[in-house]
C-alpha cells in the first residue's frame, strides 16, 4: 500500500499588519515573551541582548509602512529568535503567539523577485500558501529572512 498523503512542513505563523506570515519551524530557534518594559524600547534601539547572544531585530511593521504603528504596553509582546542560512540571528517582533500551522509542499508556490514590482510584501517574502478552510481563504506569505536582512 501507498502513502498518497502529501508531505506536511511545520511553519510558525503570525500576524504583522493584516497580514500572514510564516518561518519553517527549523529556523525560529525560541519565542521569547517579552516584559512591556523590553518591548517598548527594542523598536527604537534595533538590537536586544538574550542571554550571550545580541539579535537584530526586524521591525516589519516599519518595512511594510506601518510608522504609525504603537507598540502597545497594555499587552507583552513576543520575540521570535529565527536563523537565516549563514546562522545569523533574528527577532521579529510580534504581539500575539505564533501559531504552528502544517502545509503541504502543494499548498506553497514560490514568488519570483522582481525589481519592476517594488511592493514591501513581495520583497520579504520567497512563497506563498493558499489555504481553504470551510469557506474562509487564507494567504500566507513565507519570510526569507535573506531578502528582508540583505535588500536589492
Keep these: 500500500m501507498h502513502n498518497n498523503e502529501?508531505?506536511?512542513?511545520?511553519?510558525?505563523?503570525?500576524?504583522?499588519?493584516?497580514?500572514?506570515?510564516?518561518?519553517?519551524?527549523?529556523?525560529?530557534?525560541?519565542?521569547?515573551?517579552?516584559?512591556?518594559?523590553?518591548?517598548?524600547?527594542?523598536?527604537?534601539?534595533?538590537?536586544?541582548?538574550?542571554?550571550?547572544?545580541?539579535?537584530?531585530?526586524?521591525?516589519?511593521?516599519?518595512?511594510?509602512?506601518?510608522?504609525?504603528?504603537?507598540?502597545?504596553?497594555?499587552?507583552p509582546s513576543f520575540l521570535l529568535v529565527a536563523h537565516n542560512s549563514q546562522r545569523e540571528l533574528y527577532g521579529i517582533l510580534v504581539d500575539e503567539p505564533p501559531d504552528i500551522v502544517e502545509l503541504s509542499k502543494e499548498t506553497i508556490r514560490f514568488l519570483p523577485r522582481s525589481s519592476n514590482y517594488r511592493k514591501p510584501i513581495i520583497e520579504m517574502v520567497s512563497h506563498v500558501a493558499v489555504l481553504s478552510e470551510e469557506e474562509v481563504v487564507k494567504t500566507i506569505f513565507l519570510l526569507d529572512l535573506k531578502r528582508i536582512a540583505e535588500p536589492v
Design 6 to 75: 502529501s508531505q506536511l512542513d511545520k511553519f510558525l505563523v503570525f500576524n504583522i499588519a493584516d497580514y500572514l506570515f510564516a518561518l519553517p519551524m527549523s529556523d525560529v530557534l525560541k519565542v521569547v515573551n517579552l516584559s512591556s518594559a523590553n518591548s517598548k524600547s527594542l523598536p527604537t534601539m534595533g538590537l536586544v541582548q538574550i542571554g550571550k547572544y545580541m539579535i537584530k531585530i526586524l521591525d516589519l511593521h516599519q518595512y511594510l509602512g506601518e510608522d504609525n504603528f504603537l507598540y502597545s504596553s497594555d499587552h
